[in-house]
């Protein structure tokens, strides 16, 4: 597998062409072939990156820690919904057997981000001692250079704890393995907004292992017109979004609900997917109602959802729980 985007840099939140014209091919080393040229920068590029690292650093450094371990914990959502294509890229430019790519290449990128993120949540960042207050802050742009083994498992252990840290960074994956860092820049988005690729997405995220929103339980007995029993489940983003009682989900929250009969057969799949600037004037939702196969039922801006989630529009068009 070949991901998108071989042939440009992930500058400033999006892919734009390389100043250089300089290619390398890409070596399968199981088969000797060249699969893909990759672009290579040159100093005008990399003064690119730093300078829109730089102009990030700034604001990205004073949010709170557990605003940044939010954002590791999204990453990771997002990491392991690509789990698959992370396997397949990394067995691609390392030649690594499949098996191998997915028991343990794949799965050391997500591992070292799991620690990371447990490492920060146990961590003290700011204590007195004796009369001085210490504050653990983000050093200022990190340059991350990572060689070709291991490849996910270097961009992992450099770049979750340098975010979590509050640093900015330019990560330059090594040349010879580029892929699987081409593909972790694109991790970091979720699905369109449309039914068949949300479907999709959140058939990898598994999002039956999800949390389940917050004090309710597998089947429990639900209202007309969803099922008579109902499962809840929310991403990281909106189980945080919960717990944080801000009022409001962030960007990306994902709220899927099994709908089953009275016989707890399943019926449908609703889902509720925010998706900035997708429909501002109620609540940047994009609502899908999928069958319990999978087929799209109805998707996008539907009315007959919004009239009736519109009645607890100050609580961002939740019924579940409080949201303040
Ligand atoms: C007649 C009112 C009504 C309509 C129409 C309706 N819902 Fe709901 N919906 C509710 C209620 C009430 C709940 C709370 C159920 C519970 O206890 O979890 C809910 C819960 C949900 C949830 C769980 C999150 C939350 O809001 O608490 C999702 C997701 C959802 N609905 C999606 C949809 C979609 C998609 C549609 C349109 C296809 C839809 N709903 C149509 C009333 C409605």
Not at 69 to 74: D, F, G, N, S, T
Not at 112 to 120: F, G, M, S, V
Not at 278 to 306: L, R, S, T
Request: net charge neutral; glycine share 6%; with cysteine.
């Amino acid at each position: 597998m070949i991901p998108d985007h071989m042939q440009e840099f992930y500058i400033d939140g999006a892919w734009v062409a390389p100043h250089s014209s300089a290619r390398l091919g890409v070596e399968n080393p199981a088969t000797e072939e060249i699969v893909a040229q990759v672009a290579l920068g040159d100093a005008q590029d990399i003064d690119r990156a730093i300078l829109a690292a730089r102009r990030a650093f700034d604001a990205w450094t004073v949010t709170p820690v557990a605003e940044r371990i939010a954002k590791l914990k999204r990453i990771l959502e997002l990491y392991n919904a690509r789990y698959e294509e992370f396997a397949q890229v990394m067995s691609t430019e390392m030649g690594a057997p499949i098996t191998w790519a997915r028991e343990a290449q794949a799965w050391a990128g997500q591992v070292h981000i799991e620690a990371t993120i447990k490492a920060a949540e146990e961590m003290t960042w700011e204590y007195m001692r004796g009369d001085t207050r210490i504050i653990h802050e983000g050093i200022g742009v990190c340059a991350l250079i990572t060689p070709w083994n291991w490849p996910m498992n270097q961009i992992a252990c450099k770049v979750a704890p340098a975010l979590v840290a509050g640093c900015t960074m330019v990560l330059k994956p090594s040349e010879i393995a580029p892929m699987s860092g081409i593909l972790f820049a694109q991790a970091k988005k979720g699905p369109a907004a449309d039914g068949k690729a949300l479907w999709d997405f959140i058939q990898k995220e598994k999002y039956q292992s999800w949390k389940m929103w917050p004090g309710t339980e597998a089947q429990y007995k639900g209202p007309e017109p969803h099922g008579a029993f109902l499962t809840t489940y929310v991403n990281q983003a909106a189980f945080d979004s919960i717990k944080a009682k801000k009022g409001k989900f962030a960007d990306g929250s994902m709220i899927v609900q099994d709908n089953f009969d009275k016989n707890k057969k399943l019926k449908h799949v609703d889902v509720m997917y925010k998706v900035k600037g997708y429909n501002p004037k109620a609540g940047d939702w994009f609502w899908v109602q999928f069958k319990a196969n999978g087929k799209v039922d109805q998707e996008g801006k539907i009315d007959e959802c919004i009239k009736c989630h519109e009645a607890q529009k100050s609580n961002d068009y939740v019924y579940t729980s409080k949201m303040k």
